[in-house]
C-alpha cells in the first residue's frame, strides 16, 4: 500500500480511485464499514482504492489544549488499511489552508484536482469545509456538479449500541478494554519505543519494558493483562502498570509491561501494546514486600484472562 500526502501529486495510476474520506480515528466497527463499501465499489469497477485521512486531527487543531484522545497513530491506520486492502492511504496535512477552505473548495482543490476521486464514501456524520458547512447532502451535490459520485454508509451497531470513537473512549476511560475491543474488532493498542528506566521492576523480579504514552487517549489507570508485538512478528504474554506508580517518587506516566517467560533486551525496539483486561486500579503500598505480594496475584490473574 502506498502512503500520500497532500504535499504531493496522486500518482497517475491511483487517480479515479473510490475514496473512503474520515479521520478514522481507531478504525473501528464503522470505520471498517465505509472503507468496505469504497473497496467494494473500487474492485467492482476496476479502480484503485484509496482511504484519505487527516493529521493532525482537526479537533487538535482547533482545539490544542484538548486532553490526549487519539485511539490510534498514523503508522497504526496506515497498517489497517493495508490490511482492509486498500491500494493508498492519503493524508491531508491539516492546516490553515486546509481549515479554511469553504466545502465548494475542499471537494474542488482537494477531491478533484490533489486526488482525482471518481468517488468518495464517507459515514453519515462526516462533515467538511469551513465551519463545517458541508455534509453529505453537500458532497452529493458537489459530485454531481464536479464529476464525482458520493455515498454514505449508515451507522453500525453492536448489541443495540452506535458504533462510535467516543464510545469506544468511554469504554477506555472506564477500565472496559473488552468492551471497546468489541467495537474495534481487536484490542486498544498503544505503540512505541521502549525506554529505559529506574529498573525498580527488575530489582523486584518484574523487568518491564516501559513506555510513553504520547498522544494516546489516556485509558484508565491500573493493572492490565497486555499483549506485547514486536517488530519480528513475536507474541508476548504479559501483565502491565499503566499509569504514574504511586509507590514510587517521583510520579512518571508510563506503561510498563512485564512479559512472561521472557528474557532479552528491548531497549530502543519499537512495541506495541495491547490492553485485553482490566485487573484493578492503581494503589500506592506501604512496602515493597506487599507490592510484590500483590504483582505475583496480578500476574496470576493477567495470565489467567489471557487464556480466557
Do not use: W
Amino acid at each position: 500500500m502506498q502512503r500520500l500526502d497532500s504535499g504531493s501529486p496522486v500518482p497517475a495510476p491511483l487517480r479515479g480511485a473510490i475514496v473512503a474520506l474520515g479521520n478514522f480515528d481507531g478504525f473501528h466497527l464503522g470505520h471498517q464499514a465505509v472503507v468496505g463499501r469504497a473497496i467494494a465499489r473500487a474492485r467492482a469497477e476496476g479502480r484503485p482504492a484509496i482511504v484519505a485521512t487527516f493529521d493532525p486531527h482537526p479537533q487538535r487543531y482547533f482545539r490544542p489544549d484538548s486532553p490526549h484522545f487519539r485511539l490510534t497513530t498514523l503508522d497504526q491506520r496506515a497498517a489497517l488499511f493495508a490490511a482492509a486492502g486498500a491500494d493508498a492511504m492519503f493524508v491531508f496535512r491539516f492546516d490553515a489552508g486546509l481549515a479554511g477552505l469553504s466545502a465548494q473548495g475542499f471537494a474542488q482543490a482537494q477531491l478533484v484536482e490533489a486526488i482525482g476521486a471518481a468517488g468518495v464514501v464517507t459515514g453519515g456524520d462526516f462533515t467538511f469545509g469551513k465551519g463545517r458547512e458541508g455534509d453529505t447532502a453537500r458532497l452529493a451535490a458537489l459530485g454531481a456538479e464536479l464529476g464525482f459520485t458520493a455515498d454514505v454508509v449508515a451507522p453500525v451497531t453492536l448489541n443495540g449500541e452506535t458504533v462510535s470513537s467516543s464510545r469506544i473512549r468511554e469504554h477506555l476511560h472506564e477500565g472496559r478494554p473488552r468492551d471497546a475491543a468489541a467495537m474495534l474488532t481487536r484490542p486498544f493498542a498503544i505503540a512505541g519505543e521502549v525506554i529505559g528506566g529506574d529498573r525498580r521492576g527488575r530489582e523486584l523480579g518484574y523487568p518491564t519494558a516501559n513506555m510513553r504514552l504520547a498522544n494516546y487517549l489516556r485509558p484508565a489507570y491500573g493493572i492490565y493483562a497486555v499483549r506485547g508485538r514486536l517488530p519480528d512478528g513475536r507474541v508476548l504474554d504479559g501483565v502491565a502498570n499503566l499509569g504514574i506508580r504511586p509507590t514510587f517518587d517521583p510520579p512518571v506516566e508510563l506503561l510498563e509491561s512485564f512479559f512472561f517467560d521472557f528474557s532479552g533486551d528491548l531497549y530502543g525496539q519499537m512495541l506495541e501494546v495491547e490492553l485485553v483486561d482490566y485487573l484493578r486500579a492503581e494503589a500506592k503500598f506501604d512496602s515493597l514486600d506487599a507490592l510484590v505480594v500483590q504483582m505475583d496475584q496480578d500476574a496470576a490473574k493477567a495470565r489467567a484472562a489471557l487464556r480466557a
